[in-house]
């Protein structure tokens, strides 16, 4: 087993030092098995971890599970689908009461998601399509997150550019941006995408880089990238920077993180908007809507958490300098109420 104890040990810490958890509700008003968490073991099965937005994540998850009170495990597969499928039946065998599957490939975790449910095994699925009916789908509203990102473009640049995108396929939440990308492209004829480029491999921001090298080399002309996740917008931006076209691209991205908050508010940065959702709020609601299915309710098959634009402009104005102070000063982006039932103990913030 690829259990990443250490790391979500030192992070479990570090989040219990940062913040301090709601008190949870009485055992007594707690419906079944809440009413003895410590027995409910549910784990996370990762295929993506690099990155600050899947550190988030899992602190997400880590603080809702601390506050069920319920033993979480997490897999971690390092991008490794067959490893990832294995750890599923290693979760299987734990005799875990639910499972979360957090990104990964549909023909790999198609079979394994089934392989739990048929165990009896409660499932929710993060960014990955399971092609399951049982199974909720946790997502961050991917179409929305490039809708506002891409409307920005077109407000900042006007409807005639030459683009570079950023895109792996296979991956359903880049899958699902691509979708709004392609709908903005015919609704904007004049977005010319003169080169798309990507990998997964890591580490992904510089390996991003090498490509984007290459690219801002043989289209000098590029104005507008798009590269909807921060990974992607990270690697962009060090070769855009690299090539001196810092004033002349903008970059449009999804996700944010306080490095990313940093290198958007640089003099000149290159990285226009981005389109996001807390995180961390996500984590928490994976879990949410697990420990809904644990207690027999339904949280509905798509479990949508609604994304936030931020802008350069709005980091600048409101002086956000880190993701507690976006929280503060973008309310919208600090708390959902998704998969929130009223017995439902949540963290709660300092």
Known sequence: ??????TF??????????????????AADMPKPFDDPGKVKIALVRYLSTGDFFESYLAGVTAQSKALGVDL??????????????????????????IIIQHGLTESMKAAAQRAVDAGIKVVAFDVNVENPKIPQVEQS??????????????????????????????????RRNETWDAFKKKYPGINQVAMFGTMDNPIANSVANQARSVVSAHPDITVMFAP????AKGVKIAVDEAGLSKSVKIYSADISTPDI??????????????????????????RALAMLLAGEDPGHNVVVPPTLITQKDLKDK?????????????QFAQTDVAAPKWMPVPKGK
């Open 319 to 331: 002086d956000i300098k880190n993701m507690e102070e976006l929280s503060a000063k973008l309310p």
């Open 73 to 98: 495990r997490v897999f971690d597969s390092r991008q490794d689908a067959a490893l990832q499928s294995d750890m599923v039946d290693q979760a299987i065998a734990l005799g875990v009461k639910g």
């Open 9 to 26: 040990g030192k992070l479990t810490m570090a989040l219990m030092g940062a913040a301090s958890f709601g008190t949870m509700a009485h």
């Open 142 to 175: 991917d179409r929305d997150l490039a809708r506002l990102a891409l409307e920005q473009a077109v407000k900042d640049n006007g409807e005639k550019f030459k683009a570079g995108y950023v895109y792996v396929a296979g991956i359903a939440p880049l899958d």
């Open 1 to 6: 087993m690829d259990f990443t104890r250490r």
């Open 229 to 232: 996740y921060d990974e992607f």
């Open 262 to 287: 940093s290198a958007m508010r640089e003099p000149d940065s290159a990285w226009a908007a981005t389109a996001a959702t807390n995180p961390a709020l996500v984590g928490q609601v994976s879990v």
